[in-house]
């Protein structure tokens, strides 16, 4: 739920919900414009924040942060 914006860019489900995985599954299934649009947004999503630049800009402001406090 940190990373998914339900409904555009994947589809969120509750733990040890199978009736709403399957339900899910058939909707994207009978919806393939549907599919195509949320995994090109999941796309451009990691790409766009999930990068080595990202993280390391990221773990930088960690580091900084944790040596500030001390």
């Given at each position: 739920p940190e990373i998914i914006d339900n409904g555009v860019d994947g589809i969120l489900v509750a733990p040890k919900d199978s009736g709403g995985l399957t339900s899910s599954i058939l909707a994207l299934l009978d919806d393939p414009?549907?599919?195509?649009?949320?995994g090109e947004a999941a796309r451009q999503k990691v790409e766009s924040k999930f990068t080595w630049d990202v993280a390391a800009i990221q773990l930088k402001g960690i580091y900084e942060r944790l040596l500030s406090n001390h």
């Open positions: 414009a549907s599919a195509k649009r949320m």
